[in-house]
C-alpha cells in the first residue's frame, strides 16, 4: 500500500526548512530563502514566534548571500528586536547581521557585534560558535590595519579551540 501524502504537505514548514538547509548546502540562496520564508511564514500563522525568528535568520542568510544586504539587515534586525535579551537565538541573530555589516563595508560595527557574540556564545557553552565569531572579529581587525589587534584575536581563538572538540566547520580545510 502506498503511502499517501499529507493533506497539510504544502504547509509543513519544519519540511521546508529540512529541504532549505538541504539548498544552502547545495549554495543554491535564492530557493533556500523563498523555503526560510514560506517556513517563517507558517511559524508566524501558527503563533510560534521563536521558530519564525529561527526561520527568519535562514532567509536572511539566504538574502545576504545574494547580495540583497539591505533586506537581511532589516529582517535580522527585526528578529533580533523580538527575541528576550537572553535567548540564545538573539546571540545568532547579532552574529548573523554582522556578516551584513562586513558585507556592506562596515567592518567597525561588525566586529564589535562579533566580539560580543564571541562573549555570549562562550558565556552559554558554545565554544565552536564564539571561535568562528572571533575569527571573523580576527578578519575584520586585519582588514582594518590593527594586525596586532588581530593576532590577538586568532590567539585568544586558539587557546578557545585548545579546550574544546567542538572544532566548528568553518575553520577546517
Known sequence: MAAQPCPDADNDPA????????????????????LFAKAKDAYQAAGTPRSAAGAAI????????????????????????SLAPDDPLLT??????????????????????WQDCFRRYLDAGHPGDAVVC???????????GRHRDALRAVSAARSVLAQT?????????
Do not use: F, M, Y
Request: charged fraction near 25%; include cysteine.
Open 15 to 34: 519540511a521546508d526548512l529540512k529541504r532549505a538547509l538541504v539548498l544552502v548546502g547545495e549554495q543554491d540562496w535564492h530557493a533556500a530563502g523563498a
Open 92 to 113: 545568532t541573530a547579532r552574529a548573523n547581521l554582522a556578516v551584513c555589516l562586513a558585507r556592506g563595508g562596515n567592518l567597525d560595527e561588525a566586529e564589535r557585534l
Open 134 to 144: 572571533l575569527h571573523n572579529a580576527a578578519l575584520a581587525l586585519h582588514e582594518r
Open 58 to 81: 535562514g532567509q536572511a542568510n539566504c538574502l545576504s548571500e545574494t547580495g540583497d544586504l539591505l533586506a537581511a539587515r532589516e529582517i535580522l534586525q527585526s528578529v533580533a528586536g
Open 165 to 173: 572538540d567542538d572544532v566548528p566547520l568553518e575553520l577546517v580545510g
